[in-house]
């Protein structure tokens, strides 16, 4: 049975900066093709990504993801009986989320002597509602569903989940209604295996097409009180930085995506709109998106130079193995014109060496340097390129896989 897999390949260069930095501030990199890169985490771009769905989606869509799973429910748990204490409120939340997860939810230990002590030195300190032991990711429709169930055991919660009934209520509650970015990325749940999520998109960590070593930036600031005989900075410190061509890529399967969402917020609904809404979310998303480590001291706005979306029904693929060999500045030309031309020819060579070809190719471009990639498919602006991959995915997927 064939699948419908959408590989996307994008080239993006960005200028002086710090997108992606690792403990020390430094910003990451990875030795391919036997030279340092400049390179940018797969979780870098998820999270920019998950951050562009807010501007893309509806809320009821998506996901949270914290440790704060009870008071978010809590607050659900109250709008439904407006009359309920926030103490009452979080301790059912903490059950129905600890019998449909298997996680143990614990009051966080007060971090600090202000935090431990009442104001005025003679009441308690004010209670503090229940957290995970990890960050949770739980979607809208979940967390509306065990506040429902919540104010149904309300009288005696303990007594209401010892019956399996409502316990195994509490595990499809949390194992169903997926959100968008629960479905797309997936969810570790480390003390129930069981209601764990396979992702249904896989994302690289983006690599320069080309050598690149760091540098630094020495900076000073100067107080703006200084008195004019006074010399000196007020203070002095360093970033360190670097620019590059990027060669990002990403994989979604389409039929996982369908089964993580499943009927999506309308249990009546037709299942391929969820699914196109998911499949054109992510692919504005993760085109558009960009991560925003040091953006105020660099301001790193700059679009990918060009997109290549292929449709596929075989498997996933990569074609990075263009920059192996890493481009090196000609007379005239930066990467992005070379690492064009590398792109194009690696996607011709593999597709015909390997059987390979796409069902359909979209390709977005700018610029004269990214000329050669508009032989490689259907030329399209990113507005068209969303529109008609949802278009191909909904004519293909009709929710009967």
């Given at each position: 049975?064939?699948?419908?897999?959408?590989?996307?390949?994008?080239?993006?260069?960005?200028?002086?900066?710090?997108?992606?930095?690792?403990?020390?501030?430094t910003?990451?990199?990875?030795?391919?093709?036997?030279?340092?890169?400049?390179?940018?985490?797969?979780?870098?771009?998820?999270?920019?990504?998950?951050?562009?769905?807010?501007?893309?989606?509806?809320?009821?869509?998506?996901?949270?993801?914290?440790?704060?799973?009870?008071?978010?429910?809590?607050?659900?748990?109250?709008?439904?009986e407006?009359?309920?204490?926030?103490?009452?409120?979080?301790?059912?939340?903490?059950?129905?989320?600890?019998?449909?997860?298997?996680?143990?939810?614990?009051?966080?230990?007060?971090?600090?002597?202000?935090?431990?002590e009442?104001?005025?030195?003679t009441?308690?300190?004010?209670?503090?509602?229940?957290?995970?032991?990890y960050?949770m990711?739980?979607?809208?429709?979940?967390?509306?569903?065990?506040?429902?169930?919540?104010?149904?055991?309300?009288?005696?919660?303990?007594?209401?989940?010892?019956?399996?009934?409502?316990?195994?209520?509490?595990?499809?509650i949390?194992?169903?209604?997926?959100?968008?970015?629960?479905?797309l990325?997936?969810?570790?749940?480390?003390?129930?295996?069981?209601?764990?999520?396979?992702?249904?998109?896989?994302?690289?960590?983006?690599?320069?097409?080309h050598?690149?070593?760091?540098?630094?930036?020495?900076?000073?600031?100067?107080?703006?009180?200084?008195?004019?005989?006074?010399?000196?900075?007020?203070?002095?410190?360093?970033?360190?930085?670097?620019?590059?061509?990027?060669?990002?890529?990403?994989?979604?399967?389409?039929?996982?995506?369908?089964?993580?969402?499943?009927?999506?917020?309308?249990?009546?609904?037709?299942?391929?709109?969820?699914?196109?809404?998911?499949?054109e979310?992510f692919?504005?998303?993760?085109?558009?998106s960009?991560p925003?480590?040091?953006?105020?001291?660099?301001?790193?706005?700059?679009?990918?130079?060009?997109?290549?979306?292929?449709?596929?029904?075989?498997?996933?693929?990569?074609?990075?193995?263009?920059?192996?060999?890493?481009?090196?500045?000609?007379?005239?030309?930066?990467?992005?014109?070379?690492?064009?031309?590398?792109?194009?020819?690696?996607?011709?060579?593999?597709?015909?060496?390997?059987?390979?070809?796409?069902?359909?190719?979209?390709?977005?471009?700018?610029?004269?340097?990214?000329?050669?990639?508009?032989?490689?498919?259907?030329?399209?602006?990113?507005?068209?390129?969303?529109?008609?991959?949802?278009?191909?995915v909904?004519?293909?997927?009709?929710?009967?896989?």
């Amino acid at each position: 049975m064939s699948r419908t897999i959408i590989d996307i390949h994008i080239l993006q260069t960005v200028p002086p900066s710090n997108l992606n930095r690792d403990d020390l501030g430094t910003p990451k990199t990875a030795v391919y093709g036997g030279v340092p890169r400049s390179r940018v985490s797969s979780q870098a771009w998820k999270r920019a990504t998950r951050t562009a769905f807010k501007g893309l989606l509806d809320p009821a869509e998506l996901g949270v993801r914290t440790k704060k799973v009870a008071e978010l429910i809590g607050e659900r748990i109250r709008e439904l009986e407006e009359e309920m204490t926030a103490e009452e409120s979080w301790e059912l939340a903490k059950a129905v989320v600890e019998a449909g997860t298997g996680s143990k939810l614990l009051v966080p230990e007060r971090k600090s002597k202000k935090d431990k002590e009442p104001a005025d030195g003679t009441e308690e300190a004010a209670p503090q509602p229940p957290e995970s032991k990890y960050l949770m990711f739980l979607s809208a429709q979940q967390r509306r569903g065990l506040a429902e169930l919540a104010v149904e055991g309300r009288g005696d919660i303990t007594a209401f989940l010892r019956v399996k009934e409502n316990k195994d209520r509490a595990r499809q509650i949390a194992d169903t209604r997926h959100s968008v970015d629960i479905a797309l990325f997936g969810r570790m749940v480390a003390d129930g295996a069981d209601i764990n999520v396979d992702a249904a998109a896989q994302v690289a960590h983006a690599l320069s097409v080309h050598k690149v070593e760091n540098e630094w930036d020495y900076y000073t600031a100067v107080d703006d009180e200084n008195a004019e005989e006074e010399t000196g900075a007020g203070m002095i410190g360093a970033v360190e930085f670097n620019s590059a061509t990027l060669y990002r890529y990403a994989a979604l399967d389409v039929d996982r995506l369908a089964d993580n969402l499943g009927q999506g917020l309308d249990e009546k609904a037709d299942r391929v709109a969820p699914v196109r809404r998911a499949v054109e979310a992510f692919i504005r998303g993760f085109v558009s998106s960009l991560p925003t480590g040091k953006i105020n001291a660099f301001a790193h706005h700059t679009p990918p130079d060009a997109v290549v979306v292929k449709l596929r029904e075989t498997r996933p693929v990569s074609f990075v193995g263009a920059f192996e060999e890493p481009t090196m500045d000609e007379s005239g030309s930066g990467h992005v014109r070379q690492a064009s031309e590398r792109l194009a020819e690696q996607i011709a060579d593999v597709e015909e060496a390997f059987g390979e070809e796409a069902v359909a190719t979209w390709v977005v471009r700018a610029g004269r340097n990214t000329a050669k990639l508009a032989e490689v498919g259907t030329p399209v602006t990113l507005d068209e390129l969303v529109e008609d991959v949802g278009t191909a995915v909904a004519q293909r997927w009709d929710g009967t896989r």
